[in-house]
């Protein structure tokens, strides 16, 4: 069965600097993946998706991850994040002929001023 | 602009009373969802509808029912609330295609549901 682990519970940066947040899968074949963004007291909104060729994703909000099969990683990062990125961030996997994704336990993102 | 919506942001109710969660998609998909979020266990899948009238259980399906008459209505009943069914529910869509690009989620707002 798929699984998939975010490491980091909270990550704490500042406004202006880079961001990176972990997501580590198992998965046998190539999986589709996905991240996916919560505002406080929002539902999940779509940052991007990887299904095949280009390795680098770009998504909405200045986002963008990376594909990275030998590390079984698809890592999401942000040059420069801004205070409105503070949210609770949720990596996601799919396997073909599913419907159902199999999540990560989040990554809460707090941006000090 | 595709949407989902949610009968209620926040809901507060009884311990034993029966509590309907309404979820409405206009976007036409096949399957739809209800998961449960917890702080620290992220999101846990309690059904999942493919189809009017079709539903599969989830993880988390003790103490949860739910009803699909209608294609963009999902419905999430707890037939005698529990005060440790007190959390945040999130209703979901997705097309049937399996596999494919259209796999992502469409999330609602979530509704808010205490039980005291």
């Known amino acids: 069965a798929q699984s998939v682990t975010q490491p980091d519970i909270h990550i704490t940066v500042s406004e202006g600097a880079s961001l990176e947040l972990r997501c580590n899968y198992s998965?046998?074949?190539?999986?589709?993946l996905f991240w996916y963004v919560q505002s406080p007291g929002q539902g999940l909104q779509l940052l991007l998706k990887?299904?095949?060729?280009?390795?680098l994703v770009q998504g909405i909000k200045g986002f963008e991850a990376e594909f990275k099969r030998s590390q079984s990683s698809f890592n999401l990062r942000k040059p420069s994040v801004h205070w409105s990125d503070a949210a609770e961030y949720f990596c996601?996997?799919?396997?073909?002929?599913?419907?159902?994704?199999?999540f990560g336990r989040g990554t809460s993102l707090i941006v000090h001023p | 602009d595709v949407k989902v919506t949610q009968s209620s942001r926040y809901l507060v109710k009884r311990t034993g009373e029966k509590v309907f969660l309404e979820c409405v998609q206009d976007?036409?998909?096949?399957?739809m969802f209800w998961y449960r979020q917890d702080p620290g266990l992220g999101l846990r899948l309690i059904y999942f509808?493919?189809?009017?009238?079709?539903?599969e259980k989830g993880d988390i399906p003790e103490g949860y029912s739910v009803s699909r008459e209608k294609k963009e209505r999902f419905s999430l009943i707890l037939e005698s609330a529990s005060t440790n069914q007190t959390s945040m529910y999130l209703c979901?869509?997705?097309?049937?295609?399996?596999?494919?690009?259209?796999?992502?989620?469409?999330f609602g707002p979530g509704t808010r549901l205490t039980v005291l």
């Open positions: 998965y046998g074949a190539t999986p589709y």
């Open positions: 976007m036409d998909h096949e399957n």
């Open positions: 996601a996997v799919g396997e073909g002929g599913s419907y159902i994704p199999t």
């Open positions: 509808s493919y189809d009017v009238k079709m539903k």
């Open positions: 979901a869509s997705s097309l049937m295609l399996a596999g494919g690009p259209y796999n992502e989620q469409f």
């Open positions: 990887y299904f095949s060729g280009d390795t």
